[in-house]
């Protein structure tokens, strides 16, 4: 029965689409999955179960929920994690796995600050803690340093430190090579040498195990890499990395981050970062449509190209059938396709069936299920198509222009021109930013416009008594209050209730300004702890998108309503005190708009509640903070 078949064990591509009464499963035995629990007798149960408030039997439940979390965890969801387990602690349940989980999390979804102050709550003490708690630190101290340089040189030396101790009770390369690293970021190069060639030690021919699977052989070339970097062997290092580079060679993302890495210490070393051009991360191409939708479908379609790259990472947008044309002729040549859509999967079959033809749905089919990765525009109506399609294609931009400005790749421009029986691919210059939504005004329908949405909470408000109210009314809010009369008009609705914030603004850039000001004024006023209250910790969620312009009948006001004001609302709860969390449409419009002023790294993937299903969301900073 697939419907009582747990979450844990599916494994779906994103933008897949299952026939009706067909379902596909694949299950890998050698992932630890929530069903692990079955065997000590404990039923298992899915993430959305347990995020819906399932309770087993109280004496079962924090395994089980460790359980499920672990398995979002080594799935790569750690914002799923994360909330699973804050759940858990809002119940009061707790244990060593749970506590671990918890502090874990947090780091990997960038709350760092949050994550130090729970590992000294959580934590066992100093002389208990193993290998993995005393790991989880050194990364803690790590990230710290690097993200804002807290602390300095000796910030770092003492991050190292923390890693050597979990060395001496578990010998790994992990954190060798962490601690080398990080003794040669703080000048202490000659202790960087010992730990580095410690590292190789330990690291032995795990990258050449046959049994081991492409991404830890990855990771063990990209370890030997740095610690030859370290230990002055160029040759070595650009052999290392020549061998990483025949493993997963479409994965942007974690060539990315191993490239970013190793350009930090070839800085630290004064070495040439053209060392490391034996890693090549695939290019970044943006394939920007000329012209308007094209509501006939070509008899016969035949896309011209000169010499494409053998892999690359394409952001495309689908708003009709000659885009499906040239993006079925771009699989065919192998390629990784990220799809920005204007409307859900399902409904652009069902247009595509109705509209062209039953052939030309299962085309559409076919297509999306062979996507890298699917991302659909929000909140609009079957009579928006041509605005629809609009910010699709600009969402697609800003998610290219998302991936390269981590600094790391090569970033291509092609434009698909129309021409006789097909369209042909032409190479462009990508200039630094693109006005988004050409024409735009004739497509937005009267009493409709796209607009920033804020949703924000006081994490731990209701540890306030009313003696407190006071307090915190007349100072937080009414300070809240002066930093939004300052945006002025650009500020089209505010609302509280409580402890709560919403607010929509006239553009995605003045909604991530406000986010952030009032997440800085907020954990400013709180840290002075001047106002006599307890820790407190506000909770951001931004969104882009659209939205109904009205009359609100109750107030007699201007008001704003729609289904994404809801969805905005239901990203808030999930995300960590102390962070902003915003959608992958407001990222995208950043990327564009604001490049210079907003950094969002994505987080990960949550389960909203009621029928909003599952979304990706970032974490956004200042770019002052951007780490080097």
């Not at 947090?106 to 708690?133: H, K």
């Not at 050597?164 to 960087?192: F, H, K």
């Not at 990855?218 to 230990?231: C, D, G, N, P, S």
């Not at 652009?348 to 991302?375: D, F, K, P, V």
Request: glycine share 8%; net charge negative; proline share 6%.
């Amino acid at each position: 029965d697939p419907d009582s078949m747990p979450e844990s064990l599916r494994r779906g591509v994103a933008g897949a689409v299952v026939p009706s009464g067909a379902a596909l499963f694949v299950i890998d035995p050698s992932r630890p999955t929530a069903t692990a629990t079955a065997a000590a007798g404990i039923e298992s149960r899915s993430h959305a179960d347990l995020a819906a408030g399932w309770q087993p039997a109280a004496e079962d439940e924090a395994l089980t929920v460790a359980q499920a979390a672990r398995c979002a965890l080594f799935e790569g969801n750690d914002l799923l994690c994360n909330d699973l387990v804050y759940r858990a602690f809002e119940r009061g349940l707790n244990s060593p796995q749970l506590a671990w989980l918890r502090v874990q999390s947090l780091a990997n979804v960038g709350s760092t600050e949050l994550a130090l102050r729970q590992y000294r709550d959580l934590a066992p003490p100093p002389p208990q803690r193993d290998a993995p708690w005393l790991t989880l630190l050194g990364r803690l101290q790590k990230d710290r340093v690097l993200q804002d340089g807290h602390g300095g040189a000796t910030a770092l030396v003492e991050a190292a430190q923390s890693y050597l101790s979990a060395l001496r009770l578990q010998p790994d390369s992990y954190p060798a090579i962490n601690a080398a690293t990080l003794l040669v970021l703080a000048g202490e190069r000659e202790q960087g040498r010992r730990w580095a060639r410690q590292a190789l030690q330990l690291l032995g021919d795990a990258a050449s195990t046959g049994d081991r699977d492409a991404a830890d052989r990855y990771f063990a070339h990209a370890t030997a890499a740095e610690a030859y970097l370290i230990l002055d062997q160029p040759q070595q290092a650009r052999d290392a990395l020549a061998l990483a580079d025949q493993l997963l060679p479409g994965d942007f993302w974690r060539r990315q981050r191993t490239l970013r890495q190793l350009r930090r210490l070839c800085r630290s070393l004064d070495l040439d970062p053209a060392l490391l051009g034996g890693l090549r991360p695939p290019p970044l191409i943006v394939l920007r449509r000329a012209g308007d939708l094209i509501d006939e479908p070509p008899a016969a379609f035949e896309l011209v190209a000169d010499e494409l790259p053998a892999h690359a990472t394409w952001f495309v947008s689908l708003g009709d059938v000659h885009d499906l044309c040239a993006i079925e002729a771009l699989l065919a040549r192998g390629q990784a396709l990220h799809a920005c859509l204007p409307f859900s999967a399902n409904a652009m079959i069902e247009y595509a069936h109705l509209g062209y033809g039953e052939h030309w749905g299962q085309r559409l089919e076919n297509c999306l299920g062979r996507l890298r990765r699917l991302t659909v525009a929000r909140g609009f109506l079957e009579s928006e198509r041509r605005w629809a399609a609009m910010e699709a294609r600009d969402c697609a931009v800003g998610l290219a222009h998302l991936a390269a400005h981590r600094g790391v790749g090569d970033f291509r421009v092609f434009d698909l021109v129309a021409r006789a029986g097909g369209a042909s691919l032409q190479a462009a210059v990508p200039p630094e930013a693109w006005p988004p939504g050409g024409g735009i005004a004739d497509a937005t329908p009267s009493g409709r416009r796209m607009v920033g949405l804020i949703f924000a909470d006081i994490a731990g408000f209701m540890r306030l008594d009313d003696p407190d109210l006071p307090a915190f009314w007349g100072g937080v809010m009414t300070d809240l209050g002066a930093l939004l009369d300052a945006y002025g008009e650009d500020v089209l609705l505010s609302q509280t209730w409580g402890d709560a914030l919403h607010v929509v603004t006239a553009s995605a850039a003045v909604a991530a300004d406000i986010a952030q000001a009032i997440q800085a004024l907020v954990q400013g006023l709180l840290d002075a702890d001047d106002r006599g209250l307890p820790r407190l910790d506000l909770r951001v969620a931004v969104h882009y998108a659209p939205a109904f312009e009205g009359q609100d009948p109750i107030q007699h006001a201007r008001t704003y309503y729609g289904t994404q004001l809801t969805f905005t609302a239901r990203i808030e709860p999930v995300t960590p005190p102390g962070q902003v969390y915003v959608t992958e449409a407001l990222a995208a419009r950043l990327a564009v708009e604001a490049p210079e002023r907003f950094v969002c790294d994505y987080v990960g993937e949550i389960q909203l509640a009621k029928r909003f299903g599952d979304y990706r969301v970032y974490a956004m900073r200042p770019a002052q903070s951007r780490a080097n």
